[in-house]
């Protein structure tokens, strides 16, 4: 999979396209295609090393993203595969192909 990075703070050109691993969703999550993201003062500023992601999270920014579901897991009860959804998230970074996310952060 596909995922703008930051591999280092500062200017644009540390924010590269890159390979990465494909997200495995856990029971409570779901796997989301994205369609379309959005860039905020926040990517801005963590990408200028000024605004650090969440402890744990990787170097992925973007925080708002439309997509499909693309899969759910056994506990998610309120989407289903092919459903179109608008994600505002925190600690889910979206500037990637495809994110996973709780169930509960669809709207």
């Given at each position: 999979?596909?995922?703008?990075?930051?591999?280092?703070?500062?200017?644009?050109?540390?924010?590269?396209?890159q390979?990465?691993?494909?997200?495995?969703?856990?029971?409570?999550?779901?796997?989301?295609?994205?369609?379309?993201?959005?860039?905020n003062?926040?990517d801005?500023?963590?990408?200028?090393?000024?605004?650090?992601?969440?402890?744990?999270?990787?170097?992925?920014?973007?925080?708002?993203?439309?997509?499909?579901?693309?899969?759910?897991?056994?506990?998610?009860?309120?989407?289903?595969?092919?459903?179109?959804?608008?994600?505002?998230?925190?600690?889910?970074?979206?500037?990637?192909?495809?994110?996973?996310?709780?169930?509960?952060?669809?709207?």
């Open positions: 999979m596909k995922a703008a990075v930051i591999t280092s703070f500062g200017g644009p050109e540390f924010h590269l396209l390979d990465v691993g494909n997200p495995k969703i856990g029971v409570d999550e779901m796997l989301i295609k994205i369609v379309a993201t959005a860039l003062r926040a801005t500023v963590q990408r200028k090393g000024s605004y650090p992601p969440p402890e744990g999270e990787g170097p992925y920014p973007g925080l708002e993203c439309s997509g499909i579901v693309k899969a759910v897991g056994e506990n998610v009860t309120r989407w289903k595969i092919g459903d179109q959804v608008f994600l505002n998230l925190y600690k889910t970074f979206v500037y990637v192909k495809r994110v996973r996310t709780q169930e509960t952060f669809g709207k």
